[in-house]
T-cell receptor, first 111, second 112 residues
Framework: EDQVTQSPEALRLQEGESSSLNCSYT??????LFWYRQDPGKGPEFLFT???AGEEKEKERLKATLTKKESFLHITAPKPEDSATYLC????????????FGSGTRLQVQP | DVKVTQSSRYLVKRTGEKVFLECVQD?????MFWYRQDPGLGLRLIYF???????EKGDIPEGYSVSREKKERFSLILESASTNQTSMYLC???????????FGEGSRLTVL
């Protein structure tokens, strides 16, 4: 059974204070790992796809990295508008292709 | 832009009622999904469909059924609502199995 564990559950940062969110996963064979952002009262919005260990993707202040067991979402010099819940999900390359999500990290960036 | 529209943002129903949650996407996506989201549990897959009239159970299908009569529409049905089905329900669609899902804004269901 595929599993995704995210930590911490919640994180409060000051504006400009860089940090990282963790996503640990177990999957029979990884087809892809995905990061989503979810604002309160809205559906998740796709951010990144990572396919293999060592791969990195960047978007503005966010950078996602992948190893064989975990992924990190690094947030550099965050701003209040980066406040959201960040969700990680995995997709297996055999059997069911639907995504398995973690429970998310709720990020609050204070001005 | 892809748009996934869920028919109701907020619903309040009574125990035992039949509930329909409708979802429509406008980008001709093959795959459609229903998830529920609960605090601390994340998104859990209820059902998904990879083609018209095709459906597969997800992780928590008990108490739910689905219908996909047209490619753009995927309905979630609670045959007899119970209080433990109070939740946020999220519909999503994707082109094939890319893993990039497009979500609707969610339907918050309260069962009294």
């Amino acid at each position: 059974e595929d599993q995704v564990t995210q930590s911490p559950e919640a994180l409060r940062l000051q504006e400009g204070e860089s940090s990282s969110l963790n996503c640990s996963y177990t999957v029979s064979g990884l087809r892809g790992l995905f990061w989503y952002r979810q604002d309160p009262g809205k559906g998740p919005e796709f951010l990144f796809t990572l396919y293999s260990a060592g791969e990195e993707k960047e978007k503005e202040r966010l950078k996602a990295t992948l190893t064989k067991k975990e992924s990190f979402l690094h947030i550099t010099a965050p701003k209040p508008e980066d406040s959201a819940t960040y969700l990680c999900a995995v997709q297996a390359n055999t059997g069911r292709r639907a995504l398995t999500f973690g429970s998310g990290t709720r990020l609050q960036v204070q001005p | 832009d892809v748009k996934v529209t869920q028919s109701s943002r907020y619903l309040v129903k009574r125990t035992g009622e039949k509930v329909f949650l409708e979802c429509v996407q406008d980008m001709d996506h093959e795959n459609m999904f229903w998830y529920r989201q609960d605090p601390g549990l994340g998104l859990r897959l209820i059902y998904f469909s990879y083609d018209v009239k095709m459906k597969e159970k997800g992780d928590i299908p008990e108490g739910y059924s689905v219908s996909r009569e047209k490619k753009e529409r995927f309905s979630l049905i609670l045959e007899s609502a119970s209080t433990n089905q109070t939740s946020m329900y999220l519909c999503a669609s994707s082109i094939s199995w890319t893993g990039e899902l497009f979500f609707g804004e969610g339907s918050r269901l309260t069962v009294l």
